[in-house]
């Protein structure tokens, strides 16, 4: 697949030496294809630029964007100056803006936004400042032992839902799994903050902390350091908190024990209720 794609971005300039096209157009029966209005490629260093109305697609994913640079040794290529991703990427659904994005065919496809990127991925809506998804088996291949997964990060996350279990999350940093579209586990840190959704007709819980470690599978997303979980009139604090999404319930952890020196000191946890805002309720 990535050498197919070479190959067309070849054949898109007809292997020419710094000449100038008008409308280029290169397809090859697997789907993969490049397309410009003008495009101009260095057979020597393998350098390519593509201008006006540039496209890639490769199987069911497709970037649009005005600008596109790369090199046809190094399997690479850039786009700028305003992009949209859509699509699929190994299968899961994709519809994302950003202002930059880096493609590479060398070894596993990774693809980097840059430059604030937003928009839907599998399951999840972002908005975040980077992203970097990265996939085994190509983009119209089915992966290997049937791993259909996808190993995502996120850097400056200011919005992170998670639209089967309702969740919205905000972080520093987010690294991830999606696994047959759906998030399958995940690590925040770097300060995190949790809305869930309500059940019943409650109010949502919601927790800040140092950190969080969520997995699907176990249903639950484990909060740790400073966390502090209110809903309604009601605050507790801990050092570490268990939030039960599905139920809109949390746990403290009691009993953890911390160094401080030479010193264990045993953290304890805290709830406090506000009299008032439950009697509101």
């Known amino acids: 697949m990535r050498k197919i794609f070479l190959i067309a971005c070849l054949l898109a300039v007809l292997c020419s030496k710094n000449i100038l096209h008008a409308a280029e157009n290169a397809e090859l029966p697997d789907k993969a294809k490049l397309a410009a209005n003008r495009m101009r490629f260095d057979s020597n260093t393998g350098d390519f630029i593509a201008d006006g109305n540039v496209t890639i697609t490769a199987g069911d994913f497709k970037v649009v964007a005005p600008v596109g640079t790369g090199n046809v040794e190094k399997q690479i290529i850039n786009f700028s100056k305003g992009i949209s991703a859509s699509g699929k990427w190994l ?9 930059n994005v880096s493609i590479s065919f060398s070894g596993i496809p990774t693809c980097k936004f840059n430059n604030g990127v937003s928009g839907s991925y599998g399951t999840i809506k972002l908005e975040a400042d980077k992203l970097t998804i990265s996939g085994a088996g190509g983009f119209d291949k089915k992966p290997k032992n049937n791993d259909n997964q996808t190993k995502f990060w996120l850097t400056n996350v200011k ?19 999606l696994k047959g579209g759906e998030l399958h586990s995940m690590t925040a840190k770097n300060g995190v903050h949790l809305k869930g959704k309500p059940k019943n ?14 997995s699907f599978a ?3 997303i ?11 009139g009601r605050t507790l604090k801990s ?9 809109n319930r949390v746990e403290a952890l009691g009993g953890i024990t911390r160094k401080r020196g030479k010193k264990n000191q045993t953290g304890q946890a ?6 008032r805002r439950e009697r509101e309720n």
């Open 218 to 220: 176990r249903g639950s």
């Open 239 to 247: 050092d570490s908190i268990v939030y039960f999404p599905d139920q």
């Open 91 to 99: 299968g899961d659904k994709i519809n994302l803006k950003s202002g």
């Open 201 to 214: 007709q409650k109010q949502a819980v919601t927790l800040r902390g140092d950190s969080a470690l969520y």
């Open 270 to 275: 805290e709830i406090t209720i506000d009299l």
């Open 159 to 177: 919005k992170l839902e998670d639209l089967s279990r309702g969740m919205t999350f905000t972080a520093g940093a987010v690294e991830g799994v």
């Open 222 to 232: 484990v909060v740790s350091g400073h966390v502090v979980a209110t809903q309604g």
